[in-house]
């Protein structure tokens, strides 16, 4: 029998808008060449437009909608006429943080055809996973400002971690780390300034490492780490590191990678009580909105993420092989790439290389 996976598609804002459209012909063609489940997308026009018209980005019961939806295909938030901190609070962090998607996983590779600024880097030396605690830390929204505009004003942004927050993500990191061929975990902080909260993550990475005896792990505080990045990223396999390092180092990441416009990301609920969100890295870069030039390969490369979180892995590895066959041609490179080629083209050729799949 066919399965039908439920997804609620939310493109949200600017480019937002083009990638998931390619997102979902994609999805689709590669259900069809699959032929054992197919997709059922229900769109969400959530984001700033929503806002412009509604006063808030999605409605009161929106995480109702989606909430037994078995994905969830998010696009990006952010406009520049509306403060960013509406967008995000308003919408992604108002998904990610009530549906407890606490591990963000930004996998990092330098795929086919694609140039990274490291010189003495050509591929294989450069394959991470960037595991970011999402729930807590510095994203907690824990802070106030009293007196504004005042000369005594005084507004304070608090990082809260919590023992239950840091060991769960720590541990999903050397699970992660396991998995993958190289047992390699790097556990990022700053325990030498931050004398409280992470001291507390340095302890319990300690704690939860007994439980992993094969795998090897180290620690990084997170300004030497840019530096182990640049000059020696064959070092590294996966890295946790809290809320706010961790997406700092996956910019980084992504542009030593060759183009943000590649670097997806899955926010995971790994109990599965909610429903997972899956995303390009990049935002809604509102320059180039509308033209048909956004690079649509971090929208692909994050649907093969829900597709392995559909536990659907070979239809993963098949979409990956296509986005792969693309980015090995410099002719389908988007502009953010160097190149020419528009999202339509760049879409249209993995579609084809989905059909002519054999494997
Ligand atoms: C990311 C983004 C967001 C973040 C922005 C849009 C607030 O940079 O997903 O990395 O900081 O979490
Ligand atoms: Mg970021």
Redesign the pocket.
């Known amino acids: 029998m066919t399965k039908t996976y439920k997804i609620a598609a939310i493109p949200a804002d600017g480019i937002g808008i083009e990638v998931i459209a390619a997102g979902v012909e994609v999805l689709n063609a590669l259900a069809e060449k699959t032929g054992t489940f197919r997709f059922q997308f229900d769109h969400f026009d959530w984001g700033s437009d929503y806002y412009k018209t509604h006063g808030v980005m999605m409605p009161a019961d929106g995480r109702e909608q989606i909430r037994y939806h078995d994905a969830i295909y998010f696009g990006?938030?952010?406009a520049p006429d509306v403060p960013?901190h509406i967008?995000?609070w308003g919408l992604?962090?108002a998904i990610c943080q009530p549906f407890d998607q606490y591990a963000?996983v930004?996998p990092t590779r330098i795929l086919p055809g694609i140039t990274s600024p490291l010189r003495h880097v050509s591929g294989p030396e450069l394959d991470w996973v960037i595991v970011?605690e999402?729930s807590e830390g510095e994203?907690a929204g824990v802070g106030g400002r009293v007196h504004q505009g005042h000369p005594n004003e005084v507004a304070t942004d608090v990082s809260m971690m919590t023992r239950s927050g840091v060991e769960r993500i720590i541990r999903y990191a050397f699970r992660l780390a396991q998995s993958r061929p190289r047992k390699l975990l790097t556990v990022v902080t700053k325990s030498n300034a931050q004398r409280h909260a992470m001291v507390m993550w340095d302890e319990i990475a300690a704690e939860v490492a007994q439980d992993f005896p094969d795998v090897t792990w180290d620690k990084m505080l997170v300004d030497a780490m840019t530096m182990r990045m640049v000059i020696k990223p064959e070092t590294l396999d996966t890295i946790v590191a809290t809320?706010?390092h961790?997406?700092i180092l996956?910019?980084l990441a992504a542009a030593l990678a060759g183009s943000l416009g590649i670097a997806p990301?899955a926010n995971i609920n790994p109990e599965r009580a909610f429903p997972s969100m899956f995303?390009p890295?990049h935002?809604s870069a509102f320059d180039i909105a509308g033209k048909g030039i956004a690079n649509p390969v971090a929208t692909f490369w994050t649907a093969c993420q829900m597709l392995e979180h559909l536990g659907e892995k070979p239809a993963a590895d098949r979409l990956m092989r296509a986005v792969e066959r693309v980015t090995a041609d410099p002719n389908l490179h988007t502009p953010d790439l160097g190149g020419k080629a528009t999202t339509r083209q760049v879409t249209d050729a993995v579609i084809a290389a989905i059909r002519g799949d054999n494997e």
Do not use: F, K, P
């Open positions: 990006a938030v952010g960013d967008t995000l992604r962090l963000n930004r970011r999402n994203y809320n706010l961790a997406d996956s910019d990301t995303e890295i935002g």
